[in-house]
């Protein structure tokens, strides 16, 4: 490699006694021309989306002192170069290097083919650059180091609204994008390991959205009540205090999640029994009158001491097609989550009016009034219908998309963290309704402006349909080999020489591809506010057991708090 003939640099014509000799150019006092304007390699071979090329050790050594950081990167694994074809340029990035066996001092690396964009013939800036590849180099091409300049113009928004989360890998200040609508209508996903940053960078994502969108509408599942410092200033904050989700906004699947606790042919037979006499109940209620037909999933309110004096009655009649044991299993389950305190933001008599409209309302933010997000805290929610709480808000909300179709479009953005609980692969799917409920707005929402964000530690146990329905990946240092290996599956082919730096990202570091940028990128996020954190921070173990003093009155207050099961 170190002889330029052999590896094709003898096409380019010096310009200057320096690309001729840069030594002799030192010597006469001549100015030395940029490391970004002579070429590091040679292009090898080509291929549909990739290729391979052939780097020279010590064109990169030189290029690593540039001041530039972009050029002192040039060639190694991440890094970006560029292609003359024509009057453009085709970017690439470096996936993989290894050494030239055949060719001392020389290198041999794979890239992937970004993008091309146009060159201004007197300022030699590159623009109007554009994803995908209409016209490939050919083998014997030079290869040159991209400059920060190329890569601001080519992470420079195009117009399309978006924000700003955070500079560009390894540039120092080239600030990266994320386009909002291909963000928010084509759904994403947040994936990186315990520790990472992962929630933090999730509220950055968040605020930034709220800020760009005041009027917005936007609900956030929060399994371990961490947002709801982050956001008290911005969003309304709902727990079991307050969020008063009325039971009969059940549909039948659901009630049979909540009240039935058989299996095999008894649920099938219980379930059968809850759908005649949940019917009926429904029907006692004078606004299934003026509608004629109502179905057991119709949300329509019914009381709960009519329906359990109709599992009463239907079990006092000799026609019965069972025994009485069924009916008992029901009445004595609702009768349970009619005394239990813990299911009171649910299943209290204090929610039976028709608040339909005024729950969907708050709860959607509409109108937002300026403080678009609602976060859900469902971490004081019993662990048995937690899987149905965040099921009835995500059919709420699809649903709702449905029958507004004759309305002005009211977009909602669902976010869950800890995703994978609720959309679980094959491997761990229990059946419930959640997981379905969630893959149809993957799958369909788009169509109806309901939008799906998913937030997991473990994208391994995230169903693969779902992940591959997010058009956006935001992909933080994933320490599993099963989580990486999942998430390049599901990555466009153009990104894998990014992804194989997922395990060497450092906190708060991303690789983002897909439909929510231009190409992909290599993100460091911006650092958030204090009171805009969320209360995710890793205790000092260290430091907390250096301390000392008052234990026995916080175990006292523990217990309390404990007892009355809240907060």
């Known amino acids: ?185 084509k759904h994403f996903a947040l994936l990186g390991s315990t520790g990472t940053g992962k929630s933090t960078s999730a509220a950055l994502i968040l605020h930034k959205i709220c800020e760009s969108a005041p009027q917005g509408h936007i609900v956030m599942i929060d399994p371990h009540g961490e947002y709801a410092s982050a956001f008290r200033n911005t969003g309304l904050i709902f727990d079991t205090s307050n969020l008063q989700l009325p039971y009969w906004l059940l549909n039948f699947e659901e009630h049979c999640e909540v009240l039935l606790t058989s299996q095999g042919e008894a649920r099938q037979i219980d379930a059968d029994i809850l759908a ?147 959309v679980p692969n094959e491997r761990n799917a229990d059946g419930s309704s959640v997981g379905r409920v969630l893959s149809r707005i993957a799958k369909e929402g788009r169509k109806y402006g309901v939008s799906l964000g998913l937030i997991t530690q473990r994208p391994s146990d995230l169903a693969e349909g779902v992940l591959s329905q997010c058009g956006t990946i935001i992909s933080m240092r994933l320490n599993n080999d099963r989580d990486q290996a999942f998430v390049k599956a599901a990555m466009p082919e153009g990104a894998r020489g990014f992804l194989d730096a997922i395990p060497a990202l450092r906190n708060r570091e991303c690789i983002i591809c897909g439909e929510g940028v231009s190409v992909p990128i290599r993100v460091s996020f911006d650092d958030l506010d204090e009171m805009k954190r969320p209360a995710s921070a890793d205790p000092s173990i260290s430091e907390l057991w250096r301390r000392s003093g008052g234990e026995e009155e916080m175990v006292i207050r523990t217990v309390m708090r404990w007892r009355a099961q809240g907060r």
């Open 276 to 422: 005649k006499c949940l019917l009926q109940a429904r029907a006692k209620n004078r606004l299934a009158e003026g509608m004629g037909k109502i179905t057991v999933d119709s949300p329509i309110p019914y009381l709960l001491s009519d329906l359990s004096n109709i599992l009463q009655n239907e079990m006092g009649k000799l026609d019965k097609g069972t025994n009485s044991i069924p009916y008992m299993r029901i009445k004595t389950k609702l009768d349970e989550l009619k005394s239990d305190p813990r299911y009171q933001f649910m299943f209290s008599g204090v929610l039976v009016g028709d608040t339909m409209g005024e729950f969907i309302a708050k709860i959607f933010r509409l109108p937002a009034s300026g403080r678009p997000i609602s976060i859900v805290d469902v971490s004081g929610v019993p662990s048995e219908v937690t899987s149905t709480v965040v099921a009835v808000l995500g059919r709420l909300i699809f649903d709702f998309a449905i029958w507004a179709r004759d309305e002005e479009t009211r977009p909602v953005l669902l976010v869950c963290e800890e995703a994978h609980r609720y």
């Open 1 to 185: 490699m170190s002889d330029m003939s052999m590896s094709g640099f003898d096409q380019a014509a010096p310009a200057t006694l320096g690309e001729l000799d840069p030594g002799l150019a030192g010597d006469l006092g001549l100015a030395r021309p940029a490391n970004s304007a002579e070429p590091i390699g040679v292009i090898l071979d080509i291929s549909g989306s990739s290729s391979a090329i052939a780097l020279d050790l010590q064109r990169l050594q030189e290029c690593a002192d540039d001041a530039d950081p972009s050029v002192a990167l040039a060639g190694q694994v991440g890094s970006q170069i560029k292609i003359r074809v024509g009057r453009g340029w085709l970017l690439a990035s470096v996936r993989t290097q290894r050494q030239d066996s055949k060719s001392p001092g020389g290198i041999l690396a794979n890239i992937d083919f970004l993008g091309e964009g146009e060159e201004e013939r007197l300022t030699g800036k590159i623009h109007g650059f554009r994803r995908g590849v209409t016209r490939y180099p050919i083998p014997g091409a030079l290869v040159y180091p991209a400059t920060s300049n190329d890569l601001r113009q080519i992470y420079a928004s195009d117009g399309r609204s978006s924000i700003q989360v955070g500079t560009v890998f390894p540039t120092r200040d080239i600030r990266a994008g994320l386009y909002v609508d291909a963000l928010l209508g």
